[in-house]
């Protein structure tokens, strides 16, 4: 019998280390999917963005890691069934859970700073200061409201008080 609960605790463990690898598996593919789908639409539509490259949807992938809901989902499999007897293997689904969130959650949280210092993420270009960032941010957000008033709202500037002044600012 204690064998028997050996072995079911270890096709738990087995089956928990196979739903954690088919999950960051395919977390990772959609990650890339989403990252590069819409600049492959785009490219009939319109100029597209500029490339995310390999690395930044690999670390958003790694980076997903949940576990809330699957704990959650697996605490509410009732005890008894509505006859009374057990829910059928009820520990094996909290086990297998438990290694899923213990891998992709502990596991991965642990490998993310290794894959970033690995792929030199951490690299941040300091050549421009944070003030003439911002400055250049701001301007140009000045640049498209203008433009903005220009083409939807110009109608307005003669005869509204605050488009006028708004107009003016936006131009100093």
């Known amino acids: 019998d204690e064998l028997e609960d050996i072995t079911v605790l270890q096709a738990a463990v087995k089956h928990g ?9 395919v977390r990772l593919a959609w990650t ?3 990252a590069y789908f819409p600049r492959w639409i785009q490219r009939w ?5 500029p490339s995310w490259g ?25 005890l ?21 969130i213990a891998v992709t959650l502990v596991g ?22 944070v003030s003439e960032q911002e400055a250049s941010i ?3 957000l000045k640049l498209a409201s203008l433009e903005v008033l220009r ?3 110009s109608h307005l500037v003669p005869s509204n008080e605050l488009v006028t002044n708004l107009r003016k600012q936006l131009e100093n």
């Open 17 to 25: 280390l196979i739903i954690s690898g088919l999950l960051i598996l």
């Open 32 to 34: 890339y999917i989403i």
């Open 45 to 49: 539509l319109r100029h597209p963005e």
């Open 54 to 78: 390999w690395k930044s949807p690999l670390i958003i992938g790694v980076s997903g890691m949940r576990g809330v809901v699957s704990l959650a989902a697996a605490f509410s499999i009732p």
């Open 80 to 100: 008894l069934l509505p006859g009374g007897a057990e829910f059928p293997q009820r520990d094996n689904f909290l086990l297998i859970t438990f290694v899923v």
């Open 108 to 129: 991965q949280g642990l490998i993310l700073p290794l894959l970033i210092e690995l792929l030199h993420m951490d690299e941040i270009d300091h050549s421009v200061p």
């Open 138 to 140: 701001e301007l140009k």
């Open 151 to 153: 083409l939807k709202y």
